[in-house]
T-cell receptor, first 114, second 120 residues
């Protein structure tokens, strides 16, 4: 597609439930990044993929968070046993190997845990 | 580890005037990229400008220019001829270059952001 697509745009879930957030990057972008942004803060890095493999998952806060990118395109961020503190906007970005190119972000998924 | 510091929580500028948003960074990487993003109230992150650590000239993109001072580890964004539509949150970010050619980058580290308000 023309841009990075994230679905759903909004997700409300109950504490303790499992959620999946989807990211469809720009076609041909091999690198894919997940970020979490709390209100009034800068985005915080979670994980990034180069192709199908996680190149850096150092930002995942704990083992309740997991992400996959099985075919090197679409990625899913999975959160188990959600907690109210997980409420945030989850941003996905992709990038191609263009030296002067920026990371292209999706519109984000606003997750609210009640 | 990389760190970005934006010391201006908020800035105000008159329409048609220029404004500088400050950004300092800290890194042990020899090769890295510096980026500026705009985030309007709609929430989307809009890429504005990029500067490579080995670029000899300051980057410019239309009304945006990046005042890169490597020795001072600063990468300030200059917006010329401000417009009402420039009112937004602005983030400075950096990423280590993963190869010598600077075509592959790792994770972006963001600052806390600066809210810019343009007055008519």
């Amino acid at each position: 597609g023309a841009g990075v697509s994230q679905t759903p745009s909004n997700k409300v879930t109950e504490k303790g439930k499992y959620v999946e957030l989807r990211c469809d990057p720009i076609s041909g972008h091999t690198a894919l990044y997940w970020y979490r942004q709390s209100l009034g803060q800068g985005p915080e890095f979670l994980i990034y993929f180069q192709g199908t493999g996680a190149a850096d998952d150092s930002g995942l806060p704990n083992d309740r968070f997991f992400a996959v990118r099985p075919e090197g395109s679409v990625s899913t961020l999975k959160i188990q046993r959600t907690e109210r503190g997980d409420s945030a906007v989850y941003l996905c970005a992709s990038r191609k190997g263009d030296r002067r190119g920026g990371y292209t972000f999706g519109s984000g998924t606003r997750l609210t845990v009640v | 580890a990389q760190k970005i510091t934006q010391t201006q929580p908020g800035m105000f500028v008159q329409e048609k005037e220029a404004v500088t948003l400050d950004c300092t960074y800290d890194t042990s990487d020899q090769s890295y990229g510096l980026f500026w993003y705009k985030q309007p109230s709609s929430g989307e992150m809009i890429f504005l400008i990029y500067q490579g650590s080995y670029d000899e000239q300051n980057a410019t993109e239309g009304r945006y220019s990046l005042n890169f001072q490597k020795a001072r580890k600063s990468a300030n964004l200059v917006i010329s001829a401000s417009q009402l539509g420039d009112s937004a949150m602005y983030f400075c970010a950096m990423s280590p270059a993963l190869n010598a050619g600077g075509t592959s980058y790792g994770k972006l580290t963001f600052g806390q952001g600066t809210i810019l308000t343009v007055h008519p």
